[in-house]
């Protein structure tokens, strides 16, 4: 399908002067000294940011950026160059001196470029500049500050910023693949700091995805943001030391399920199953999670950070299982570990701009629902914790240990909700921690858009989701008793 | 491929950027600053011996500020025509006319603006010496080191060999304009090591320096990181308990990278510090003596102006225990009724921020051999991993790995455990620092010691 997406090649060709002749010429001379495979990958950002700070509009931004970068594949081996500069000449030296990874006689790439079939219309592909509507955004800026300052005296700072981007790509490939999409993205974040006496807590809250503003005046009002944010703050203010050790712990739904990120995500990504480098190297087909759990990567949903209507190399994204009903299935892929894995690419591979290699990326990522109800699984606790929102977590892909930072959580005593505790790290092992998912919540819910995922230097939007699950057991990293 | 491609020059003069800023005046701004900067990187890595990646590349940027009275806004762009000028200007301005008078936001005083004389020693084009085979045969050298170093070692994340250089040029209306230059290479070796029962430890070790004769030999990079890898294999868990906490120069760092964080002043005007209002007060142990110093010759964090266009200076954030200094640009600094400390960050988008020049913790007498000797039972930590700091209440848990002390000695790998505690008791429990501080970056710590922290095992 071509429709509002051929906009984007118009805009490459029209605007930035390339031409389907420029592209071939690229594609040879990054072939000149063999190679299995080449692509060009354009990239024009348009970006834009305000922010509200002690009531006042501190901050407005607006950026562009623009780039190719030119990638050519020989065995194993990866030649990259990249310029930001689009004249016909920085192109094709970029393209020689990415060539120069190989060395063989030249190679021609295939004749003719043909796009592939999309899913229909995942976000939306018009609509406004991202410099435009600005009134209407410092609007919803003002109702967060409001919303949170009327929340509690306790609030003493809010914090309140938009910021949103559209992003234009362009693919082409030795093979014959050409692909286009223009990717919108907009992000709403408050965060707050509440006082009492010396004691002083902060809390946040925020979300997105590839929206426009209107997301913001109908699905997640600034309101929710700012009363969120608020609330934190003001339990924080009343938390008691995290336990440590070893103990039962519930995740609540959404956002925890950066659990399965960090757990299983990152030790799925083929690249490092191709080098033997992750501690679920050679587990397909393995138990490696209780029969309860069923995990996808997902990037076909609607307006979700994580989605792609086709990823950094120019293939569709798609829906994989990972884990089902407890037993490891397959990786995500790109198409460099596709092919030298003889595995599917399943539309993984991402980067985080023009000036870097792509690589097996997530998407969204999550676990499917089950059926005992969230009340049950907290009601099953006789003392643990209950964890419902997080920070950001961290894993060692070779030995799987991995760790999450509760930024909301509480303890489960005799069944029942009680203190809330201050922030934690919880720690498990990615190949063990899942065998200890006992019951599984019939509550799936996704975050509210506000996950982006680092690796090897490269940062990318991500989503992640489960429902309420528990774990037999895990390690609390706090200093109490 | 013999011949490594020079890094492409620009033609792009103080006076083109000197321009931008008469253009910004010109379309009605009362104040402008603006920043180009420009960068190459070359990148190397070699896996199993083999060449896996090879990259090449150079970018460049232009960055605007505008004021209108205290009102102020930005934009940044990577078209540096004509025509993406006029755009970058023009949208600084639209931009500008929608946000709030702030009294606070201004350019600093002319008298305050400045550049350090002395020869920093930043830049050194003998990062990008090398030819591409020689670039190759580094990196090759570094892993092969960590392969040969024992057979337990059969796998590995690669070698590596990288350089970039950077040009800055900022100028203001207020009559500053500086340009500087800086130059960084470095080796990696992350070699992977396996026990007969197929569990996998990885670790790393590197040398980064601003010039390729400053480095440390590919070969001792890549025996370091062996070392470092085998030491942790056959890891065990812990029982949860409170015991003494060695941090080594690598985690003793990221406690530093929380205090660097604490006394930023933008946290600190907003009470988003546990340490806001605890200017003069003791917050630290009588033995901590921490330095923020941007004018070392050759340091990682050093400059000859910051973000802003003002000299670096050399300062104590600690001296004895007591806090003595926020590290602050001009809009914090106006906001606290303090000056500047000269630690303006700049990008090329967004207001200054506040970074840290050599931030480092003053020796103490003793080797880390010493200090290690007298910790009868405890952990040595070699690696935090997760985000589990909060700078605004202190409170600090992260996961940890190490090796278990017993009677002075380093005993066993230890795994899959969090050490926790808070920041304010932590920095107060520090009883303990060797005198090993070596600049790895621009924040560094000798080993020390902390007391009361708790560990969360099984």
């Known amino acids: 399908m071509e429709p509002a997406s051929a906009d984007t090649r118009k805009f490459f060709y029209e605007h930035l002067g390339l031409s389907d002749r420029l592209l071939e010429q690229c594609l040879s001379a990054a072939l000149s000294a063999g190679g299995d495979y080449a692509d060009l990958y354009f990239e024009y950002i348009t970006a834009g940011s305000l922010s509200l700070d002690e009531s006042l509009v501190k901050s407005a931004t607006s950026g562009i950026s623009a780039g190719c970068g030119v990638r050519v594949l020989s065995g194993e081996r990866t030649g990259y160059a990249y310029t930001d500069d689009l004249s016909p000449e920085r192109l094709l030296r970029a393209a020689r001196t990415a060539a120069l990874i190989a060395s063989g006689p030249a190679k021609e790439p295939v004749q003719g470029f043909r796009s592939p079939s999309t899913a229909a219309s995942l976000y939306p592909l018009a609509g406004s500049s991202v410099s435009g509507e600005v009134a209407a955004k410092l609007l919803l800026l003002e109702r967060a500050d409001k919303t949170a300052r009327a929340f509690d005296t306790r609030i003493v700072q809010v914090q309140a910023s938009y910021a949103d981007e559209r992003r234009r790509i362009l693919v082409a490939a030795s093979d014959g693949s050409f692909a286009h999409d223009t990717q919108p993205m907009a992000r709403l974040n408050v965060s707050v700091i509440a006082k009492q006496g010396d004691n002083i807590a902060r809390g946040s809250s925020g979300g997105g995805g590839r929206v426009l503003l209107d997301f913001f005046l109908s699905e997640k009002t600034p309101e929710h943001f700012a009363l969120e944010a608020a609330r934190q703050a003001i339990l924080q203010l009343g938390a008691v030391p995290a336990p440590a050790g070893e103990m039962p712990v519930v995740l609540g739904h959404g956002w925890p399920g950066i659990l399965l990120h960090e757990a299983v995500g990152h030790g799925l990504e083929a690249d490092f199953n191709r080098k033997k480098t992750s501690a679920f190297s050679g587990l397909v087909g393995q138990m490696v999670a209780s029969p309860k759990v069923t995990v996808v990567d997902n990037g076909t949903m609607p307006n979700r950070r994580g989605s792609l209507h086709v990823d950094d190399e120019g293939s569709p994204t798609q829906h994989t299982v990972l884990i089902e009903n407890g037993v490891l299935k397959g990786y995500m892929s790109d198409k460099l570990s596709a092919r030298l894995m003889g595995i599917a690419d399943t539309g993984n591979g991402r980067r985080e701009s023009y000036q870097h290699i792509p690589m097996p990326r997530m998407t969204n990522t999550y676990m499917l629902a089950g059926e005992d109800d969230p009340q049950d699984i907290i009601r099953s606790v006789q003392r643990g914790l209950y964890a419902v929102n997080f920070g950001g977590g961290q894993v060692d892909i070779t030995n799987g240990k991995f760790v999450f930072s509760a930024s909301e959580a509480y303890l489960i005593e005799d069944g029942k909700i009680t203190a809330p505790v201050k922030n934690a790290t919880l720690i498990g092992n990615g190949p063990e921690s899942l065998k200890y998912v006992s019951m599984v919540g019939n509550d799936l819910e996704l975050d509210e858009g506000v996950g982006t995922c680092g690796k090897a230097g490269q940062s990318v939007p991500v989503g992640v989701g489960m429902p309420t699950i528990k774990l037999d057991r895990m390690t609390v990293g706090g200093t109490g008793h | 491929m013999n011949v490594a491609a020079a890094p492409a020059a620009t033609s792009i003069t103080q006076e083109f950027v000197t321009d931008i800023v008469t253009k910004a005046l010109k379309a009605g701004a009362s104040d402008a600053e603006a920043v180009f900067a420009e960068g190459d990187e070359f990148e190397t890595v070699v896996r199993m011996g083999q060449v896996e990646q090879l990259k090449e590349a150079g970018s460049r940027a232009l960055g605007l500020r505008v004021f209108l009275g205290n009102r102020t806004a930005s934009a ?162 812990v029982p949860t308990q409170r015991v003494p ?214």
């Open chain 2, 245 to 458: 906490l060695v941090f080594a120069p690598e985690t003793a760092r990221s406690l530093l990278g929380a205090l660097f964080s604490a006394v930023n002043g933008n946290a600190v005007y907003r009470n988003a510090s546990f340490l806001a209002g605890k200017l003069g007060e003791k917050v630290a142990g009588e033995n901590l003596t921490v330095i923020d110093d941007g004018t070392m010759p050759g340091g990682f964090g050093s400059a000859y102006f910051d973000g802003e266009g003002l000299p670096t200076r050399r300062k104590p954030v600690l001296e004895h225990g007591v806090l003595r200094n926020y590290l602050l640009n001009t809009y914090a600094a106006r906001k606290l009724g303090l000056s500047s400390t000269g630690n303006a960050s700049r990008g090329l988008a967004g207001a200054p921020g506040i970074g840290a020049g050599n931030f480092y913790l003053e020796p103490g007498p003793q080797s880390p051999e010493e200090l290690l000797r007298n910790v009868r039972q405890g952990l040595y930590v070699t690696e935090l991993i997760g985000h589990g700091v909060n700078i605004v209440t202190g409170d600090y848990s992260q996961g940890a790995s190490g090796l278990w002390i017993e009677n002075g000695e380093l005993a066993y790998p230890v795994e899959e455990i969090t050490v926790a505690g808070n920041l304010k008791e932590i920095f107060l429990n520090i009883t303990e620092i060797a005198n090993d501080l070596v600049f790895r970056g621009s924040l560094a710590s000798p080993t020390l010691l902390v007391e009361g922290m708790t560990i969360a095992g099984s």
């Open chain 2, 76 to 237: 940044s762009t990577s078209d540096l025509s004509p025509q993406g000028i006029a755009a970058l200007v023009g949208s600084a301005m639209d931009l500008v006319r929608v946000t709030s008078e702030d009294p606070f936001a201004e350019l600093p005083d002319r008298a305050a603006f400045g550049s350090l004389t002395a020869d920093l020693d930043l830049f050194h084009d003998d990062v990008f010496s090398l030819s591409v085979e020689e670039r190759i045969a580094w990196a090759r050298r570094a892993e092969e080191a960590a392969f040969a170093a024992d057979p337990r070692i059969q796998n590995s994340g690669g070698g590596s060999f990288d350089a970039s250089i950077g040009r800055k040029i900022l100028a203001n209306s207020r009559g500053f304009c500086g340009e500087s230059r800086g130059s960084m290479c470095s080796i990696v070796a992350q070699p992977i090591a396996q026990t007969p029962d197929g569990a996998m430890q990885r670790d790393y070790w590197y040398s980064s320096q601003r010039s390729l004769r400053l480095l440390e030999s590919p070969e001792s990079v890549g025996a370091e990181a062996a070392r470092r890898t085998l030491r942790r294999l056959g890891a065990r868990r």
